[in-house]
């Protein structure tokens, strides 16, 4: 039997139907075991067999066959068939992850300190004694394509040659230095979710292929009417030309953040930088629906990124200042929609709309 121990995990969407086909595992030739008691093996088919202890949903699914000291703490003592086609898997601690043969990367389990790279999950595992959640995934849920090779210290190697890492930088694991502190279940975790050498977006864009707008310019002074979950608002907004005669609106990140609070709400703090945290309350500061100015003004383009949940996202965006020098920051809609995880789409009909209840798809509707 051949031990394969790889390299780990990023960003997420599409889960394929679960295969719970209770077996044995023949003729392995991948194996590798969790920190948390239990194993994964490729089989010379494809499949991914997994057993043992699954109380983060480390196996890739909920529950088990034995429901240890009737607790609701499930283990699996009889193999399990989780995925297909897969050439490679790793096990950490509480997560997994999966390499399949078209070089794409599946991940499940814990998401506590950012392991799975991804911004949200399916479920939570809740210590009742205690009252602490902790974020899990309990279905394979594909991150990324191009994958090469991965581990559990929360990187991948791909195709390209490049090394991307996240997650928790205790003790300089991702052997970097400008990871963000990220504070969760009384506990204190330098973390970053931001791939190496490049930034990437949640969905895995290439900052070279975020839009580039000039370092200075003029924005133009408009107006944005939005339709949120069937009601209509206008927004103050400010449009830069898209060097083909047409214009792109921008709208400041605090009017968003104010309108959506108690929905798709993210708070947004500043501490050197941008900081928009998903699902806590905004706190006003004031600042929202209106500014200390009109008409058109000039701008400078940001080069920081915002953090979102501690990962910098590569996004546009742009500064403009008013005459105390008090900087106003302001995103593309579709560029928060996506980073935050709420649906932002257009229809011939009723122009830009927003569904908080929807996860980000950007859909056009002629």
């Known amino acids: 039997m051949g031990i394969v121990v790889s390299l780990s995990l990023l960003l997420g969407f599409t889960a394929p139907a679960l295969a719970y086909d209770a077996g044995s595992v023949n003729q392995a030739t991948t194996l590798s075991w969790g920190g948390s008691r239990y194993y994964a093996a490729v089989d010379t088919q494809g499949n991914l067999w997994m057993w043992g202890d699954n109380m983060y949903g480390e196996l890739g699914f909920l529950g088990g066959n034995l429901d240890r000291d009737g607790n609701g703490l499930y283990y699996q003592n009889v193999p399990v068939k989780v995925l297909e086609d897969v050439v490679s898997v790793s096990c950490g601690f509480h997560h997994t992850a999966a390499i399949k043969s078209d070089g794409s990367l599946w991940v499940w389990g814990c998401n506590e300190a950012?392991?799975?790279?991804?911004?949200?999950?399916?479920?939570?595992?809740?210590?009742?004694?205690?009252?602490?959640?902790?974020?899990?995934?309990?279905?394979?849920?594909?991150?990324?394509?191009?994958?090469?090779?991965?581990?559990?210290?929360?990187?991948?190697?791909?195709?390209?040659?490049?090394?991307?890492?996240?997650?928790?930088?205790?003790?300089?694991?991702?052997?970097?230095?400008?990871?963000?502190?990220?504070?969760?279940?009384?506990?204190?975790?330098?973390?970053?979710?931001?791939?190496?050498?490049?930034?990437?977006?949640?969905?895995?864009?290439?900052?070279?292929?975020?839009?580039?707008?000039?370092?200075?310019?003029?924005?133009?002074?408009?107006?944005?009417?939005?339709t949120i979950d069937g009601k209509t608002v206008t927004l103050q907004a400010y449009a830069l030309s898209d060097g083909k005669g047409g214009e792109t609106n921008y709208v400041k990140v605090r009017d968003v953040a104010q309108l959506l609070n108690g929905t798709a709400q993210f708070n947004v703090t500043w501490d050197g930088m941008t900081s928009l945290v998903p699902g806590q309350a905004y706190v006003s500061n004031g600042s929202e629906m209106t500014t200390p100015f009109a008409g058109d003004r000039a701008y400078t383009a940001s080069r920081d990124y915002p953090l979102v949940r501690g990962l910098e996202t590569a996004i546009t965006s742009f500064v403009l200042n008013d005459d105390a020098g008090n900087g106003y920051t302001y995103y593309k809609l579709r560029d928060l929609g996506r980073a935050l995880g709420f649906n932002v789409w257009w229809d011939s009909a009723q122009g830009i709309c927003i569904n908080t209840d929807q996860s980000y798809v950007g859909e056009y509707r002629p």
């Open 114 to 226: 950012g392991e799975l790279g991804l911004t949200s999950t399916n479920d939570a595992y809740v210590f009742t004694n205690v009252g602490t959640s902790y974020p899990i995934q309990t279905t394979p849920v594909k991150v990324m394509d191009d994958v090469a090779a991965t581990c559990t210290g929360h990187g991948v190697l791909k195709n390209d040659g490049t090394i991307w890492v996240w997650g928790s930088n205790y003790q300089g694991l991702l052997g970097v230095t400008n990871a963000q502190g990220v504070y969760e279940n009384n506990e204190f975790w330098d973390a970053l979710r931001v791939p190496l050498p490049a930034i990437r977006l949640p969905d895995g864009t290439n900052p070279a292929d975020v839009p580039e707008i000039p370092a200075a310019g003029t924005a133009r002074a408009r107006t944005q009417t939005v």
